[in-house]
């Protein structure tokens, strides 16, 4: 199979879609890659470094487009790319379809096979493709929590961890997942007042015997929400229901009831944010301020930290793509129950049920489209 790694083009994004121990792998098992020149030099990895592993370098992202049977990428397909992909194809990245009517249309018309790696499950019901972004994210979410707290930056001017005779900063992590868990162990060793809601008392018994004390645990009713948001310095919006659009936790009313320069961090943004006033930004522009409270809502925050990142995310992914690209989409999906979740279009059929609810669109389930 012809596999193909176009730089990455969303703004401020730095990782890269394969890593040279991906392709190795791959021409090692009689696979042809293509890699775009210039595609891993944000993750430190040069173009020699691909040839080296024995994949070829392209000019540009159209001849990888062009040439190659499966697209491996991080981000979404931006407008110009979608109309690269051609039915035939197949599309191996992170999506996030539930916000995007936009995205979801083109890749229908396309005709592409996309499978996305945020819906991807494994045996234990995790997300092992969204875990270690989320790791990173949840990890990143108080330190550039703590960036915008500068009074410099529109924030209240709080140190997170204070000093003697003076409070540490509240923070407030909704959601106790991947992200949830991360964000906390960061923001504890930083020295702040650190809650944590969820609406899983098993995952709130959990953290409270992981950090031994050192946190708050809550469960995240709406009216325990609307309290801990009153003195909170900080919240952090880390829920995700996989392939569906983010729920909203808080409402734009509910931005006068904070305290003034206080920081939303949304992790959820991908997924559309789980605050009612989040807009995407990013690495360039990452803040923006409603009513006297900062945003923080960057919708590729591991783009930051691009070369660990890009490592993370290329540890996990390569099993599967080695599938897809030694058995083909059809026969990796039938084999692979978790990899077939991750399926989201197939010649013009949206087969991502959550995304159809989200959109208002026709969908299919995956074993439909395989006749299982």
Known sequence: MKIGCPKEIKPQEFRVGLIPAAAAEATGR?????????????????????????????PDAASVFDAADLIIKVKEPQAGERKMLRKGQ??????????????????????VTAIAYETVTDARGGLPLL???????????PQVGSW????????????????????????????GGVVGAAAARVAVGMGANVTVMDRSVARLSYLDDVFMGKLTTQYASEAATAQLIRSADMVIGAVLIPGAA??????HAQLSTMPQGAVLVDVAIDQGGCFETSRATTHQDPIYEVDGVVHYCVANMPGAVARTATQALGNVTMPHLM?????????????????????????????????????GLDAVTADAVLGL
């Open 90 to 111: 197949i599309l191996f990245t992170y999506l996030h379809l539930a916000p995007d009517a936009d995205q979801t249309r083109d890749l229908l018309d396309s005709g």
């Open 148 to 175: 915008a707290l500068q009074k410099a930056n529109g924030g209240r001017g709080v140190l997170l961890g204070g000093v003697p005779g003076v409070a540490p900063a509240n923070v407030v992590i909704i959601g």
């Open 246 to 251: 983010a729920p909203k936790l808080v409402s």
């Open 323 to 359: 599938a897809l690209a030694d058995k083909g989409w059809r026969q990796a999906l039938i084999d692979d129950p978790h990899l077939r979740a991750g399926l989201s279009t197939h010649e013009g059929q949206l087969t991502s049920v959550p995304v159809g609810q989200a959109l």
């Open 30 to 58: 009689g696979h042809d890659v293509l890699v775009e020149t210039g595609a891993g030099i944000g993750a430190g990895f040069t173009d020699e470094d691909y040839t080296k592993a024995g994949a070829k370098i392209a």
């Open 131 to 141: 875990a270690p972004m989320s790791e990173v994210a949840g990890r990143l979410a």
